[in-house]
Protein backbone atom coordinates (compact mmCIF):
# COMPACT_ATOMS: atom_id res chain seq x y z
CA UNK A 1 0.00 0.00 0.00
CA UNK A 2 1.08 3.62 -1.24
CA UNK A 3 1.18 5.32 2.63
CA UNK A 4 1.13 8.94 1.19
CA UNK A 5 2.01 10.69 5.47
CA UNK A 6 5.26 8.27 5.75
CA UNK A 7 6.14 9.17 2.34
CA UNK A 8 6.32 12.80 3.52
CA UNK A 9 8.35 12.28 6.09
CA UNK A 10 10.97 10.07 4.81
CA UNK A 11 11.18 12.90 1.76
CA UNK A 12 11.23 15.62 4.63
CA UNK A 13 14.73 14.26 5.85
CA UNK A 14 16.56 14.27 2.22
CA UNK A 15 18.72 16.98 0.79
CA UNK A 16 17.28 19.40 -2.37
CA UNK A 17 19.61 17.02 -4.59
CA UNK A 18 18.22 14.00 -3.18
CA UNK A 19 14.85 15.16 -3.49
CA UNK A 20 15.00 16.26 -7.17
CA UNK A 21 16.22 12.54 -7.75
CA UNK A 22 13.27 11.44 -6.41
CA UNK A 23 10.91 13.20 -8.02
CA UNK A 24 12.79 12.94 -11.94
CA UNK A 25 12.60 8.97 -11.25
CA UNK A 26 8.94 9.27 -10.60
CA UNK A 27 8.37 11.94 -13.72
CA UNK A 28 10.61 9.52 -15.53
CA UNK A 29 7.99 6.84 -15.70
CA UNK A 30 5.32 9.10 -16.50
CA UNK A 31 6.96 11.40 -19.29
CA UNK A 32 6.66 8.11 -22.11
CA UNK A 33 2.77 8.19 -21.98
CA UNK A 34 2.38 11.89 -22.55
CA UNK A 35 4.48 10.96 -25.67
CA UNK A 36 2.03 8.16 -26.50
CA UNK A 37 -1.04 10.52 -26.17
CA UNK A 38 0.94 12.94 -28.64
CA UNK A 39 0.95 10.17 -30.80
CA UNK A 40 -2.12 9.16 -30.52
CA UNK A 41 -3.30 12.53 -31.14
CA UNK A 42 -0.93 14.87 -32.52
CA UNK A 43 -1.50 17.09 -29.64
CA UNK A 44 1.29 18.75 -27.20
CA UNK A 45 4.75 18.59 -26.93
CA UNK A 46 6.23 15.98 -25.27
CA UNK A 47 10.05 17.40 -26.34
CA UNK A 48 9.31 20.04 -24.04
CA UNK A 49 8.80 17.55 -20.74
CA UNK A 50 11.64 15.75 -21.76
CA UNK A 51 13.98 18.97 -21.59
CA UNK A 52 12.36 19.74 -18.31
CA UNK A 53 13.59 16.53 -17.27
CA UNK A 54 17.13 16.92 -18.68
CA UNK A 55 17.33 19.94 -16.80
CA UNK A 56 15.84 18.54 -13.74
CA UNK A 57 18.63 15.36 -13.88
CA UNK A 58 21.42 17.44 -14.25
CA UNK A 59 20.94 20.14 -11.44
CA UNK A 60 21.09 16.64 -9.48
CA UNK A 61 24.30 15.56 -10.90
CA UNK A 62 25.94 19.37 -11.06
CA UNK A 63 24.22 21.54 -8.80
CA UNK A 64 23.63 24.70 -10.74
CA UNK A 65 20.49 26.15 -10.28
CA UNK A 66 19.28 28.06 -13.54
CA UNK A 67 16.14 29.66 -12.48
CA UNK A 68 15.31 31.85 -15.54
CA UNK A 69 15.65 28.19 -17.45
CA UNK A 70 13.49 26.61 -15.10
CA UNK A 71 10.48 29.60 -14.84
CA UNK A 72 10.58 29.73 -18.92
CA UNK A 73 9.72 25.96 -18.69
CA UNK A 74 7.50 26.37 -16.01
CA UNK A 75 5.60 28.62 -18.78
CA UNK A 76 5.88 26.28 -21.82
CA UNK A 77 4.53 23.37 -19.50
CA UNK A 78 1.22 25.43 -18.46
CA UNK A 79 0.11 25.12 -22.35
CA UNK A 80 0.68 21.22 -21.94
CA UNK A 81 -2.01 19.79 -20.19
CA UNK A 82 -4.66 18.31 -22.38
CA UNK A 83 -8.22 18.77 -21.86
CA UNK A 84 -9.71 15.44 -20.37
CA UNK A 85 -13.27 16.13 -22.25
CA UNK A 86 -11.45 16.95 -25.57
CA UNK A 87 -9.73 13.40 -25.92
CA UNK A 88 -11.18 10.12 -24.93
CA UNK A 89 -8.66 7.90 -25.07
CA UNK A 90 -7.02 5.97 -22.18
CA UNK A 91 -3.54 7.93 -22.08
CA UNK A 92 -5.17 11.68 -21.34
CA UNK A 93 -5.46 10.90 -17.89
CA UNK A 94 -1.43 10.02 -17.57
CA UNK A 95 -0.31 12.66 -20.05
CA UNK A 96 -2.13 15.30 -17.83
CA UNK A 97 -0.85 13.35 -15.07
CA UNK A 98 3.06 13.57 -16.65
CA UNK A 99 3.10 17.30 -17.43
CA UNK A 100 1.44 17.87 -13.60
CA UNK A 101 4.40 15.88 -11.97
CA UNK A 102 6.84 17.71 -14.09
CA UNK A 103 5.77 20.92 -13.39
CA UNK A 104 5.02 20.25 -9.89
CA UNK A 105 9.11 19.05 -10.31
CA UNK A 106 10.52 22.00 -11.73
CA UNK A 107 8.33 23.97 -9.11
CA UNK A 108 10.13 22.37 -6.08
CA UNK A 109 13.97 23.08 -7.64
CA UNK A 110 12.56 26.93 -7.29
CA UNK A 111 10.32 27.19 -4.06
CA UNK A 112 11.76 23.93 -1.85
CA UNK A 113 8.76 22.94 -1.04
CA UNK A 114 8.59 19.24 -0.34
CA UNK A 115 4.92 18.97 -0.91
CA UNK A 116 5.90 19.25 -4.52
CA UNK A 117 8.12 15.96 -4.43
CA UNK A 118 4.78 13.90 -2.30
CA UNK A 119 2.25 15.22 -5.09
CA UNK A 120 4.58 13.67 -7.42
CA UNK A 121 4.79 10.50 -5.92
CA UNK A 122 1.31 10.46 -4.72
CA UNK A 123 0.78 10.97 -8.91
CA UNK A 124 2.81 8.12 -10.13
CA UNK A 125 1.04 5.59 -7.86
CA UNK A 126 -2.70 7.13 -8.72
CA UNK A 127 -2.23 7.70 -12.46
CA UNK A 128 -0.92 3.76 -12.70
CA UNK A 129 -4.33 2.78 -10.69
CA UNK A 130 -6.52 4.73 -13.21
CA UNK A 131 -4.30 2.64 -16.20
CA UNK A 132 -5.26 -0.33 -14.20
CA UNK A 133 -8.56 0.42 -13.52
CA UNK A 134 -9.16 1.78 -17.52
CA UNK A 135 -8.11 -1.56 -18.86
CA UNK A 136 -9.75 -3.65 -16.75
CA UNK A 137 -12.94 -1.75 -16.61
CA UNK A 138 -13.27 -0.33 -20.15
CA UNK A 139 -16.85 0.30 -19.81
CA UNK A 140 -16.68 2.51 -17.11
CA UNK A 141 -20.35 0.76 -16.65
CA UNK A 142 -21.81 1.30 -13.01
CA UNK A 143 -21.42 -2.05 -10.79
CA UNK A 144 -22.76 -2.94 -7.63
CA UNK A 145 -20.84 -1.50 -4.42
CA UNK A 146 -19.64 -4.85 -3.97
CA UNK A 147 -18.33 -5.20 -6.80
CA UNK A 148 -16.67 -1.72 -6.86
CA UNK A 149 -15.32 -2.50 -3.66
CA UNK A 150 -13.82 -5.69 -4.79
CA UNK A 151 -12.36 -3.39 -8.04
CA UNK A 152 -10.76 -1.16 -6.01
CA UNK A 153 -9.30 -3.73 -3.39
CA UNK A 154 -7.74 -5.58 -6.98
CA UNK A 155 -6.37 -2.25 -8.43
CA UNK A 156 -4.24 -1.58 -4.73
CA UNK A 157 -2.50 -4.98 -5.13
CA UNK A 158 -2.35 -5.29 -9.32
CA UNK A 159 1.30 -6.02 -9.75
CA UNK A 160 1.87 -2.44 -11.68
CA UNK A 161 0.69 -0.86 -9.26
CA UNK A 162 2.77 -2.50 -6.56
CA UNK A 163 5.81 -2.32 -8.60
CA UNK A 164 5.72 1.63 -8.46
CA UNK A 165 5.11 1.80 -5.19
CA UNK A 166 8.64 -0.29 -4.38
CA UNK A 167 10.05 1.32 -6.63
CA UNK A 168 9.61 4.22 -5.33
CA UNK A 169 10.76 2.69 -1.80
CA UNK A 170 14.00 1.21 -3.25
CA UNK A 171 14.40 4.47 -4.46
CA UNK A 172 13.93 6.76 -1.11
CA UNK A 173 16.39 3.78 0.60
CA UNK A 174 18.74 4.24 -1.90
CA UNK A 175 18.84 8.11 -1.43
CA UNK A 176 18.86 8.00 2.23
CA UNK A 177 22.06 5.87 1.86
CA UNK A 178 24.01 8.04 -0.17
CA UNK A 179 25.36 11.51 1.07
CA UNK A 180 26.13 13.37 -2.46
CA UNK A 181 24.96 12.24 -5.73
CA UNK A 182 27.85 12.06 -8.23
CA UNK A 183 27.59 11.89 -12.09
CA UNK A 184 28.20 8.15 -12.30
CA UNK A 185 25.12 7.41 -9.56
CA UNK A 186 22.45 9.94 -10.64
CA UNK A 187 23.37 8.20 -14.71
CA UNK A 188 22.51 4.76 -12.49
CA UNK A 189 19.50 5.79 -10.93
CA UNK A 190 18.30 7.46 -14.25
CA UNK A 191 18.17 4.37 -15.79
CA UNK A 192 17.03 2.54 -13.41
CA UNK A 193 13.94 4.73 -12.89
CA UNK A 194 12.42 2.89 -16.30
CA UNK A 195 13.12 -0.73 -14.87
CA UNK A 196 9.24 -0.47 -13.88
CA UNK A 197 6.07 1.33 -15.42
CA UNK A 198 3.43 2.07 -18.00
CA UNK A 199 5.71 2.46 -21.07
CA UNK A 200 3.07 2.00 -23.84
CA UNK A 201 5.54 2.30 -26.51
CA UNK A 202 8.36 0.20 -25.10
CA UNK A 203 5.42 -2.32 -24.29
CA UNK A 204 4.27 -2.19 -28.31
CA UNK A 205 1.11 -0.60 -27.01
CA UNK A 206 1.30 2.60 -29.14
CA UNK A 207 3.68 2.22 -32.28
CA UNK A 208 6.06 5.20 -32.88
CA UNK A 209 6.29 7.29 -36.04
CA UNK A 210 8.81 5.86 -38.71
CA UNK A 211 11.83 8.44 -38.77
CA UNK A 212 12.05 9.81 -42.24
Excluded at 38 to 58: F, Q, S, Y
Excluded at 107 to 134: N, P
Amino acid sequence: MFDEPVTHDRLERLATDHLIAFGASCCERLAPSYRAFWIMHKWGNPGTLETALDVMWRRCSERVDDPDRVRALLAECDLLAPDDEAFGTIFTQQAIGAVGAIWSLLDFSLSRDVSRIVAIATTAVETTKYYVMAVNWPSGKWVSPDEAERLENWIKTAPLVQAEIEKQRRDLGQLEAIDVLDTAFVDEFRTAANDVGIHPIRRGLVAQPAQR
